[in-house]
């Protein structure tokens, strides 16, 4: 079958080590487990961190890509593939699993005509989605409705920053924040980002590291390094801090007298469970969200895609479409 791949991990180039061709058919370990026809999947810097070979041993490659996607299962249902690999028995929270993994890690990804998934992760899609639109909300929106709502609790009327808008990340945590009637603000460095943040929703936006007319209630983190410090400066006390990823360093200095003097909150944000996806779609059709899609690619041009990731030259999610 024919899948877009990672043939060796390249850390100082990870788009050299990009590759569109044959790879095996998808293998069925034992137990519960389904074949899903790839109709769409979204790119997610994971898919980069994986091309740079970052915490993953050189034997796993050649590797097939892709966290999330929508498809149709080997019963002739149209799906939605969560993108982690746990057992059943850890549905509350997939992290406690010790064998946890996720697809285009551990197991062969979702960038591929078909894929092998347990079929405890797999949940109808909503008639109201496309497949494109389907395809790319397990990566980002769900972990977004996580952060937003179990993790950081957040209530109608409170203030919360996104750093560095523009992702799909963090579009989707703009217009779900507005949806559920949180006042949305956000940073970005770029005038077309921050003007497309307003249209999805955002009251307020600034330059990063910009001073807030106010302290916010949370802020929503994945930028890492370069944000952290003012994501520490912009957070009231008693507030929180949700980190989702660290783009530009994962170890900034953690200044921690500020986290103790203030009593302030750092929640870490792994993906979502199956239970939190059900919510999360049913709050979406009944609010008419759909992600934010930037641009859509056929598989076999899934490198111009990456490109564009890579560079940071997005306003969504990018696509690739089977």
């Known amino acids: 079958m024919k899948a877009v791949y990672a043939e060796r991990p390249r850390p100082d180039d990870p788009l050299a080590a990009l590759r569109f061709g044959e790879r095996p058919e998808p293998e069925l370990p034992d137990g519960d487990w389904a074949v899903v026809e790839v109709r769409a999947a979204g790119l997610n810097h994971h898919d980069l961190w994986t091309l740079r070979g970052s915490g993953l041993p050189s034997h796993k490659y050649p590797l097939t890509l892709g966290v999330e996607c929508a498809g149709t299962d080997d019963t002739g249902r149209d799906v939605i593939v969560h993108g982690m690999v746990y057992g059943r028995e850890f549905l509350e929270c997939p992290v406690r699993d010790p064998a946890w993994t996720m697809l285009g890690e551990g197991r062969p990804g979702t960038f591929a005509e078909r894929v092998a998934v347990p079929r405890h992760t797999l949940i109808a899609k909503p008639p109201q989605l496309s497949f494109a639109e389907a395809g790319a909300i397990t990566g980002t929106w769900l972990t977004a409705y996580r952060m937003l709502f179990t993790r950081g609790a957040l209530l109608p009327g409170q203030t919360v920053l996104v750093q560095g808008s523009g992702g799909g990340l963090s579009t989707a945590l703009i217009q779900l924040g507005r949806a559920a009637g949180l006042r949305m603000w956000a940073t970005s460095r770029t005038r077309w980002k921050r003007d497309l943040a307003r249209e999805l929703g955002a009251d307020r936006v600034f330059v990063p590291g910009a001073p807030l007319p106010e302290p916010v209630d949370a802020v929503m983190e994945s ?21 989702a990823g660290a783009t530009t ?38 609010h008419d969200l759909r992600p934010h899609i930037y641009r859509e690619f056929p598989a076999e041009c899934g490198a111009e895609g990456f490109r564009l990731l890579a560079e940071g030259d997005v306003g969504g999610k990018i696509v690739l479409n089977w």
């Open 223 to 243: 930028v890492g390094q370069d944000t952290w410090a003012h994501s520490l400066r912009s957070v009231r006390a008693g507030g929180c801090v949700v980190v």
């Open 249 to 286: 360093g994962a170890l900034p200095p953690a200044h921690l007298t500020r986290i103790f003097w203030n009593e302030l909150r750092v929640l870490g944000v792994m993906c979502g469970t199956m239970a939190e996806l059900r919510s999360l779609l049913s709050f979406m059709v009944a």
